[in-house]
């Protein structure tokens, strides 16, 4: 539509100026349906609770409470259907929340618009715009549909929330042939905003076939993976199941068929193991350790929306960021600036009115204004030294006076300053580029308010995308002279340029000093600096102005280059991924030399490795099996810039394609498809659009990056603090088993009893193990290079090591259960009898030293090679609280005479009590020794 003439577009959609009848419109009404974005039909609610029951560890579970129940453990039973439904209720909670993308969309159309139907402007429901409808556009309206402009009168739109850059885009209604997509700039879009002037449109598509509704389409369509956690605990839950159901079918089978016990008594004994060997307290556990990480992350700025995502983020191979407020401050800013014959350096950042000024002369005079404080003394020492170059009548003065005019008076901008906590804060309101300037003219030491109300804006001829630039008539108040201001691209300001201020002076522009103009200007744009042209002159007071007459024979001032400057903590940030082992990639809007200039400042491009900037449409030549031979050089730092929704979206599907765990941040609707397709989608909680929240997993309420690796550091710690959690619930419940069929191979009654066995898994495993899954990071832990995706937890190594601590604590517990037999004189000989004194104290023994051992256990989980001691005994307070808390439950369990009735335990004597604190702290002695020998093994590697 954009290279057809008008005439053409009206033939095609058969309207015309005076818009359609009302009939017309009806018929295209019932022809292409309303004009909203459509949402797939929903699901049921209760569908989608009763899916939180269909993971294989609930099942397992489940069943384990069914089993249960038919045994008479009704208790047991209650707290596994309690843990069930919780886990359930959490998750369908957090997964509610993710359908919502669609819905944000729609709130973001606007509900009524303007049109001319009959030759008479009406306002209508936005819903009944249709193809063919002219539509008026309206400084503060939001565009209903995607539309052809017929008319423009200094069409500005902001398209920030569609194509992620924050810059006004200029419309007009000329016909553009032969240009790029990116450059189009006679189409506007549904659902963006008119935030200068006004104009008039063609709706040429609406509801889904528009920009908005393709990307709303995507959105829907893209599947959601899941998370590395979930597909852990799916190969954890099949792991247990399969043994839980060998060995409560092997205990059924001996008890009653070998050893000829009463059915009912040998079913209740084998549920009650099987119950133990599978770990309950996981999903719980798995909710409550990322329920902490959270709760942490949202201290720091960064908001989850779905908690298995913390999890998701911490094991992140790939980073696709955003340049504009992500990486950069979002706050455009002067860095050069050359006036007259002097050039000068402009410290400072965003928009408070401070920095140094460095100003050196091309006689190598050099002049400083300001220093590299904050304070607002600052100000008043700028004034003094404006007034010292203005009493010494040096041309500085001068130069620096006229560019503050031209700075002020031709701009739109508003500068706010409140004052939070005894501490100024700066604002803008309007273009950044104008509060650039305006901030500029404050660091010079002139007043803005002095300035506006000295002069009197006469008239303005706004920037167009034709002459690129913008001029006002401006009359000062003193002397009542008139004057013409120009500010904007510098090849279009030069051009109308005959003289220059050089010197002090106003003297002829020859073509040497312009080329030397020209080359400084493309230096400036070299290092990624937009570069903006000033220009004045003195004229008479007219009726009436145009740009033709009057924005000609101009005195060149100076030109300013600006950047929007990175935030300070990216950098930092950037090497900390670096460390990780974490691959950043920039994906932007803006253009490449901006972007790789950018990533040269946070270190993220470098000169040791090889970098590559890739446009959208360099992308999309691009095929996929070239994208991933790209991709697998791990060397090769790229920047994508000038990209489309699609090529973000392609971007990471790509990656995921080659195994990655793919972060993406977003925060327009143009980002809503990639958030969601990404295994964590980060949203812009300052900049960010409702849709993009709804699409990610994460927010940052900072819009930083550094919170985002501030994040990756809380998943991997969460995810070390799951696999401790997993060793000590695995390695306990083994040794239960080992325990249980050492008794049987030795031909003894079960030292516990199936009520001690629930005693022990439910009573004083639990805390510990919520304890390790909140443990505090390791050092280092952000050195090391991201796991595998496809590493399971469950792997040799893992496995191996629990197994044999497994085995020691069953070896420990039938020990002392024998040595507890055999000092109370029972004998080989002796029929052992389950009711028995002496079968009584010697299975409180074996509870006691079991839960005890455990204790010791739950310190050698809390990491694979680091000795407990070199850990800090109190480094996590939680696990200390833990284990006071369960070894005094212990302690009531068997001294209390109410839980000996209940639990079959009696009392146990000092010596007792001294056998058991010895020899559970074997299991500790017998880690540290492994230890030892595994850090040797690492630093020899």
Avoid at 96 to 125: S, W
Avoid at 350 to 357: A, E, H, N, Q, V
Avoid at 805 to 822: P, T
């Amino acid at each position: 539509m954009h290279s057809k003439n008008i005439q053409d577009i009206f033939k095609e959609f058969k309207t015309g100026e005076n818009g359609l009848t009302e009939e017309e419109a009806v018929l295209r009404a019932n022809k292409y349906g309303a004009n909203e974005l459509s949402v797939k039909n929903r699901t049921p609610m209760w569908i989608h609770f009763l899916h939180e029951f269909t993971d294989l560890m609930v099942i397992i579970l489940i069943v384990a409470s069914v089993i249960a129940i038919l045994a008479g453990e009704m208790k047991d039973a209650i707290v596994i259907l309690v843990i069930v439904f919780l886990n359930a209720i959490i998750g369908f909670v957090q997964k509610f929340k993710a359908e919502k993308a669609i819905e944000a969309l729609k709130k973001m159309v606007a509900p009524t618009a303007r049109v001319i139907r009959n030759g008479k402007e009406i306002q209508i429901p936005a819903q009944q715009v249709v193809p063919g409808d002219i539509i008026i556009l309206m400084e503060g309206d939001r565009i209903p549909a995607d539309a052809r402009v017929i008319q423009d009168n200094e069409l500005e739109t902001q398209e920030a929330a569609l194509t992620g850059e924050s810059m006004p885009v200029i419309k007009h209604s000329e016909m553009q042939e032969n240009i790029a997509v990116g450059d189009i700039s006679n189409l506007v879009y549904m659902g963006t905003d008119v935030v200068h002037g006004g104009g008039k449109a063609v709706v040429i598509n609406i509801g889904m076939n528009t920009q908005f509704g393709k990307i709303a389409n995507l959105t829907s369509t893209t599947k959601k993976d899941k998370s590395p956690l979930q597909k852990e605990l799916s190969r954890i839950g099949i792991f247990v199941g399969k043994i839980t159901l060998i060995i409560s079918g092997l205990l059924l089978a001996i008890g009653y068929y070998i050893q000829g016990q009463a059915f009912v008594d040998t079913f209740l004994f084998a549920t009650s193991v099987a119950v133990a060997a599978v770990p309950e307290g996981l999903p719980a556990t798995v909710t409550i350790a990322l329920a902490m990480g959270v709760q942490r992350l949202a201290k720091r700025n960064s908001i989850v929306r779905q908690l298995s995502s913390v999890e998701t983020l911490g094991s992140t191979t790939h980073i696709c960021t955003d340049k504009t407020g992500t990486l950069t401050k979002n706050e455009m800013t002067v860095k050069e600036m050359i006036v007259d014959q002097y050039t000068a350096k402009i410290g400072g950042a965003g928009y408070k009115p401070y920095g140094t000024l460095l100003i050196k002369s091309n006689k190598e005079q050099t002049y400083t204004i300001g220093d590299l404080d904050s304070r607002d003394e600052d100000i008043e020492r700028r004034i003094e030294t404006l007034n010292e170059f203005k009493n010494d009548n040096t041309p500085l003065y001068n130069a620096l006076e006229v560019m503050a005019n031209i700075s002020v008076l031709c701009n739109n901008a508003k500068i706010n300053q409140e004052t939070v906590d005894q501490e100024n804060i700066y604002s803008i309101l309007g273009d950044p580029t104008e509060g650039a300037l305006l901030t500029m003219t404050m660091k010079f030491g002139f007043d803005l308010d002095e300035i506006n109300h000295s002069h009197e804006k006469v008239y303005e001829l706004a920037f167009d995308s034709v002459r690129k630039r913008m001029s006002v008539i401006s009359k000062s108040k003193e002397t009542g002279d008139y004057h013409i201001l120009t500010k904007g691209a510098p090849d279009s300001v030069l051009e109308m340029c005959s003289h220059i201020l050089l010197n002090g002076r106003v003297i002829i522009l020859d073509e040497d000093t312009r080329k030397k103009i020209i080359e400084k200007n493309e230096a400036m744009a070299q290092k990624a600096l937009r570069v903006i042209g000033f220009a004045y002159r003195e004229i008479e007071k007219k009726k009436k102005y145009n740009a033709e007459n009057d924005e000609v024979k101009l005195i060149f001032v100076g030109l300013t280059g600006m950047i929007d400057p990175p935030r300070p903590d990216v950098k930092k940030a950037v090497s900390l991924a670096k460390k990780a082992g974490i691959k950043v990639y920039i994906i932007t809007g803006d253009q490449g030399t901006t972007a790789e200039a950018i990533a040269r400042k946070i270190g993220l491009v470098t000169n040791e490795n090889k970098h590559l900037v890739i446009t959208g449409k360099k992308l999309q030549e691009t095929s996929d099996k070239d994208l991933q031979e790209l991709f697998r050089v791990p060397e090769t730092d790229i920047i994508f810039a000038r990209v489309a929704p699609e090529d973000k979206l392609r971007i990471v599907t790509t990656l995921k394609k080659l195994g990655h765990v793919v972060a993406v941040t977003g925060d327009g609707v143009n980002d809503a498809p990639a958030l969601k397709r990404a295994d964590i989608g980060i949203a812009m909680g300052i900049t960010g659009t409702d849709v993009s929240k709804e699409a990610a997993n994460m927010v940052l309420a900072d819009d930083s990056f550094a919170t985002i690796i501030t994040a990756v550091k809380e998943g991997r710690t969460i995810y070390e603090n799951l696999k401790k959690f997993i060793f000590y619930i695995f390695s306990c419940n083994i040794g239960e088993l080992i325990t249980v069929f050492a008794a049987i191979l030795l031909q003894l009654p079960a030292p516990l009893t199936a009520v001690l066995i629930l005693s022990v898994d439910i009573g004083t495993d639990v805390l510990p193990a919520l304890a390790l899954g909140i443990d505090p990071p390791e050092k280092g832990i952000m050195n090391n290079p991201p796991r595998d995706p496809k590493a399971k937890i469950m792997d040799r190594n893992f496995v191996g090591r629990f197994l044999y601590i497994g085995i020691f604590i069953g070896a420990i517990v039938v020990g002392a259960y024998l040595w507890s037999l055999y000092n109370q004189g029972w004998t080989w000989a002796e029929c052992l009898v389950p009711d028995s004194l002496i079968y009584v104290k010697s299975s409180t023994f074996a509870f006691a030293i079991l839960v005890l051992i455990q204790m010791f256990n739950a310190y050698n989980s809390r990491s694979e090679h680091q000795s407990v001691f070199k850990l800090g005994l109190f480094s996590n307070l939680y696990l200390v609280g833990a284990i006071i808390i369960s070894l005094g439950t212990m302690y009531i369990f068997v001294e209390v005479p109410f839980f000996q009735d209940w639990l079959g335990t009696t009392a146990l004597t000092w010596l007792e009590w001294l056998v058991i604190i010895f020899a559970s702290t074997s299991i500790l002695l017998v880690e540290e020794i492994r230890k030892i020998f595994v850090r040797h093994r690492m630093r020899s590697y």
